[in-house]
């Protein structure tokens, strides 16, 4: 199976971890189906919690897999490259929650751009992430980390009436962002109770090139709120992102720098297409 | 003070929402963790809230109710003091309310289980019940040209609207989420966005306002 | 003339030939319509000047949707960043993100021409020739003596099934002649009872239906949607006066055939898709060689009249109904007369008024020739030649509140400018001073922003000192100022704006004549080794902006320095990087200059053009 998949998908995207399944929604005796990279794949736990995770076409061949951040995570390749690191999970006092999953039908891609953007705050997420006036995104600086080969977005700020579950009142919030895999966003953002900052993660499970399971990770500063709450926030922030990314053409993310029309604001996006680009990432995208 | 079981991205839970906003109605909302948490399948709420373990459910007072276009019919006959929204007083609207209602079952079993089955992966036949859902908005969609043609705005014949618009409204402008698309249904697009301008409307995830950007 | 069913359609033909693609109906007030053409998503949405606008699905900054979007009757703004776009030109006019900027001309949706007729909405891509006359259907309009609407739209039914097998079936459709159709609209009627007439042609199939005296004509118009999918849209050639029980009638019988139809198709083989069009990248469209500062367009004087007193206002349309540029609030355009004068005039109006350009000349007998000229020689009919909009004075459009302040006739940015922001519900004052009252330009539309503007009539200049500092007496966060008027008075703003506290960026001034030295200290220049140029960049202009003065050909997109297009080779002198495009190790590396936005370090830089 591998060498057939390793024809069409390059290693950057073939070799790597991918999310398949909440560890929550893994219950002994069950048998759960879901598709990767367009592999159907059938995910065993045994009564004694042990997960065996195979491709339907070819059983018997136990995949690599890893539990990590509140997900099962795949290995459709060589996992050369380790799961990337989210320190911030070993800190005390911080609470870390699976928010939900939701399916889109869009590519991987195009779901981490979003995650990545600003600009739509007042209009899609209005008077939570955003509100008018206060429309302007401000200058903010993108690196490459040379060792991690992570992307980062740094000195991000954006005015934000509800800022998070345990705001109270509108904040100039402080944001960084980081992609340290293809498919996964993780953003670092002012927290209004704690010096520290939320994290707050996308993990997207490439189904299709143009359909994700969209994993919501938190690892947060808040004793107060119930999970209900908090579920019920990120849940409603992602829920009114859907439908803009089921309403975005095409559905894979277009790598040539003249598709589309980046605008300042979209520094950080203009610096993720170029970096698909330079790792050879050809799933979810159309390579320039 | 209404309590409210509620959970944000139910379409069901969102109708009532939407009416006690129209009839400016306070109301205590109970956050139900329907997903991922499945707590509305669990045992504690099944005891204390719904035996049936389905959302949205309210308590007026100690009265308690399911089903959410039973307890529009409840919230619009006690609170809606222009007896337009559940229109008892003229049997013919009533019964064409009831009528449509029926019909939002009918797109709540289709178009929102769809919505379901791509959003949060339920198991539903996915071809069948979107079938479904294209049969009914085809009706639907003839139904509300010919009301236009004849002057009229709603699925229930007079000139205000009724809790059977609201039943209907967000299986419909939801359905594209399912893999349901309103291409073919120009009619049903112009109902819905009606519905959206009707004052106390409010939006969900899922559901854009009419306009906005001014 | 029959069509055989396994006849695919023609789509290059189909291209240049007008199709429906809406009724009148469906672009109801503020409303977008989607739709689709030969595999091509299209929004269609009425502005509220009536004029219907058809553009490419996609919004171009990252191809979301357009129909999602709201109709503001003059803009139709996205919804994903609320990018605005204007009615006619599709043109974007405002970028939230960056409130000061005006976006880039190339910013533009690709539009399809539109033509209203038979209750209809007509549109082409590539059009030769005009929209089908159906002669049954100009009689009915012509005699249509009651003078109420003229032919009936019939209920349109979705297919799925191609063109062709849709005219060659409807050629057997029946239905019954108005005047036999019973109360009931007769579903179930005996259709046999009438004898039908058929005429086909390419998208159209007319059918007659005749029983005794009755007669009835449909002219049934085939969209051609998608290889295997089409929209019937019949059109009654009569008036009706009890329309329900034929409207029902016709639903019926259509509905009734649409599945024979489909029927049939389900056994033809199955046609590819046309490609759809949205599954293809948007290419920014570039701006090659753009002509500096000549002038590409030519206008024709719709109206003149004299607003006020030595004040003449101009309405300029594009000739042959091509539509004009798009301009955001502050823009001016160049007007070109005889003897090589060339004339700065402030576009003043307001959000979606593109059908023209309303200009305001002051006749000032000092001058050279340039507003006498426009005030004795030029009249209503005659040909202008100007350039197309730009704007060194762009309308900051998120403050929650602004002061205008106008001197004379530089009032018309700042009328521009209140009206953006009046349509935009953003609280404005404008002060508009001059020396007689007679003087008010656009006087109906001062009065329309009630009291927001005030007049300051006949004050010495040491009374209009007392009366802006009074008016800039309470800077806020909240606030900004953009002046226009004599150099004089601007320069006495600009200093009381300062003692005042306001920060620099808060107070915007537009001088219409330059009395300031360049600053020669952030000039450089460039030379060009192919081209054997030296060309001096100023403070001020972009070296995009030098090239394209002195048409050396350079691309462009979104001029921003963010995609990369207008990238040049430096082959000596050290950039000064201000993009968002080029990687570290680029710019450490200096061979690639963004012409759009970057400068240089050091007095000179030699580029490869």
């Not at chain 1, 610096?271 to 990432?281: C, E, I, K």
């Not at chain 2, 479904?132 to 705005?153: I, K, P, S, T, Y």
């Not at chain 3, 990252?62 to 609320?82: D, K, M, P």
Request: hydrophobic letters at 40%; charged letters at 20%; one cysteine or more.
């Amino acid at each position: 199976m591998s060498t057939a998949l390793g024809d069409r998908i390059d290693s950057s995207i073939l070799d790597r971890w991918h999310p398949v399944a909440p560890l929550e929604e893994l219950k002994p005796g069950a048998i759960r189906t879901t598709s990767l990279l367009g592999q159907r794949l059938a995910i065993e736990v045994d009564a004694d919690g042990n997960v065996t995770t195979t491709a339907v076409d070819s059983p018997g061949q136990n995949l690599p897999t890893l539990s990590k951040y509140c997900y099962l995570w795949v290995c459709l390749g060589e996992p050369n490259v380790p799961l990337f690191a989210v320190p911030e999970v070993d800190e005390p006092g911080r609470r870390i929650l699976h928010a939900g999953t939701i399916g889109v039908h869009v590519s991987a891609p195009r779901a981490v751009e979003n995650f990545l953007d600003m600009a739509h705050f007042p209009y899609v997420h209005t008077d939570i992430l955003g509100e008018e006036p206060h429309s302007e995104v401000a200058e903010y600086q993108v690196h490459v980390d040379p060792d991690t080969n992570d992307l980062w977005a740094t000195d991000c700020v954006f005015w934000q009436p509800m800022a998070a579950t345990t705001s109270t009142t509108g904040q100039l919030t402080d944001y960084l962002y980081r992609v340290p895999h293809p498919y996964c966003v993780i953003l670092y953002k002012t927290s209004p109770i704690d010096e520290r900052m939320d994290v707050i993660a996308l993990f997207c499970q490439p189904v299709a090139d143009d359909y994700i399971q969209a994993n919501m990770f938190l690892c947060l500063l808040d004793d107060e709120n119930s999970t209900s709450m908090i579920r019920n926030f990120q849940l409603t922030i992602f829920g009114q992102d859907k439908p803009i990314l089921e309403n975005q053409y095409p559905k894979c993310l277009p790598l040539d720098p003249s598709a589309e029309t980046p605008i300042r604001a979209d520094k950080v996006a203009v610096s993720y297409r170029r970096w698909l680009s330079d790792l050879g990432v050809n799933y979810g995208v159309i390579p320039a | 003070m209404i309590k409210l079981y509620d959970y944000v991205l139910s379409a069901n839970c969102y109708k009532i929402r939407f009416l006690l906003s129209i009839l400016d109605i306070e109301y205590e909302t109970v956050l139900v963790d329907f997903y991922p948490g499945r707590e509305h399948k669990g045992e504690d709420f099944r005891r204390d809230v719904n035996p049936l373990g389905h959302i949205p459910v309210i308590d007026d007072d100690g009265f308690v109710m399911r089903d959410a276009h039973a307890i529009l019919v409840y919230l619009a006959a006690k609170y809606d003091s222009s007896k337009q929204w559940y229109p008892v007083e003229d049997p013919v609207r009533l019964g064409e309310t009831a009528q449509w209602l029926t019909f939002a079952d009918g797109t709540t079993n289709t178009a929102s289980a769809a919505r379901l089955h791509v959003n949060m992966g339920y198991d539903f036949a996915i071809d069948a019940v979107r079938a479904g859902a294209h049969e009914l908005f085809r009706v639907a969609d003839e139904h509300l040209w010919f009301r236009e043609q004849q002057g009229d705005a709603w699925l229930v014949s007079g000139s205000h609207p009724t809790i059977a618009d609201l039943a209907v409204f967000p299986d419909v402008t939801m359905a594209e989420e399912g893999g349901v698309d309103l291409l073919d249904y120009p009619a049903l697009v112009r109902w819905a966005d009606r519905v959206k301008q009707i004052p106390g409307f409010l939006v969900m995830p899922g559901i854009f306002p009419f306009g906005g950007g001014q | 003339m029959a069509v055989a069913i396994s006849t695919p359609l023609d789509r290059a033909n189909a291209m240049t030939r007008w199709h429906p693609v809406a009724t009148e109906h469906d672009v109801a007030t503020r409303s977008l319509f989607r739709g689709k053409l030969l595999g091509h998503e299209i929004v269609v949405w009425r502005a509220d000047d009536g004029f219907v606008n058809v553009w490419e699905n996609r919004c171009l900054h990252r191809g979301v949707r357009l129909s999602i979007g709201s109709n503001t009757g003059s803009e139709l703004v996205c919804r994903y960043h609320a990018w605005r776009y204007a009615n006619r030109s599709a043109g974007c006019t405002y970028i939230p993100a960056h409130p000061a900027d005006s976006p880039a001309r190339t910013i533009t949706n690709k539009t399809f021409p539109s033509v209203q007729k038979y209750g209809l909405i007509w549109t082409a891509h590539d059009p030769h020739g005009d929209v089908p006359n159906i002669p049954v259907l100009d009689r009915t309009i012509l005699d249509d003596t009651r003078g109420s609407d003229d032919v009936l739209g019939l209920r349109n039914v979705a297919v799925n099934a191609s063109v062709p097998l849709v005219l060659e079936h409807l050629a057997q459709h029946r239905f019954l002649p108005s005047a036999t159709i019973g109360s009931s609209s007769d579903v179930g009627a005996d259709l046999a009872a009438a004898d039908m007439t058929a005429d086909v042609s390419d998208y159209t199939v007319t059918l007659t239906a005749t029983s005794g005296h009755a007669e009835s004509t449909v002219v049934f118009f085939v969209q051609p949607v998608d290889s295997a999918r089409s929209v019937i849209r019949p059109v009654l050639a009569e008036t009706a006066s009890n329309p329900t029980v034929i409207l029902r009638h016709h639903a019926a019988a259509l509905a009734r055939f649409v599945r024979s139809i489909e029927s049939a198709a389900a056994e033809t083989a199955a046609q590819a898709p046309m490609p759809a069009a949205l599954e293809t990248p948007v290419v920014l469209p570039t701006v090659a060689t753009a002509v500096g500062r000549s002038a590409p367009l030519r206008v024709t004087v719709r109206r003149k009249w004299e607003t006020a007193a030595g004040i003449a206002a101009f309405e300029l349309v594009a000739m042959d109904s091509n539509t004009l540029p798009t301009f955001q609030p502050g823009a001016h355009i160049d007007v070109h007369l005889s003897g090589g004068i060339v004339r700065q005039y402030s576009i003043t109006n307001g959000p979606g008024e593109t059908d023209c350009y309303r200009i305001a000349v002051k006749r000032d007998p000092a001058s050279k020739g340039g507003s006498v000229a426009l005030h004795d020689d030029i009249h209503e009919g005659d040909e202008l030649q100007i350039s197309e909009p730009r704007n060194s004075f762009p309308l900051r459009r998120n403050m929650p509140h602004t002061v205008l302040i106008a001197g004379g006739i530089g009032a018309t940015p700042l009328i521009a400018m209140a009206q953006a922001l009046d349509k935009n519900r953003l609280n404005f004052d404008l002060h508009y001073f001059v020396s007689n009252a007679d003087e008010l330009a656009f006087s109906e539309l001062l009065t329309s922003f009630g009291e927001r503007f005030h007049s300051h009539i006949g004050l010495s200049p040491d009374k209009t000192g007392e009366q802006v500092t009074a008016l800039l007496s309470a800077p806020a966060a909240t606030h900004q100022v953009y002046a226009c008027g004599p150099p004089p008075m601007l320069d006495a703003i600009r200093s009381i704006a300062d003692q005042q506290g306001w920060p620099g960026d808060a107070v915007h001034f537009e001088y219409f004549e330059n009395t300031n030295e360049i600053d020669q200290a952030s000039t450089f220049s460039i030379d060009l080794a192919r081209s054997g140029l030296t060309l001096d960049v100023p403070s001020g202009s972009s070296i995009l902006d030098v090239l394209r003065s002195n048409d050396v050909p350079i691309v462009s997109s979104c001029e921003q320095g963010a995609c990369g297009t207008c990238a040049a080779t430096v082959l000596e002198g050290e950039p000064l990087h201000q993009d968002v495009y080029l990687n570290p190790s680029e710019r450490a590396a200096g061979h690639t200059i963004l012409t759009c936005v970057s400068r240089s370090t050091g007095g000179r830089l030699v580029l490869d053009l």
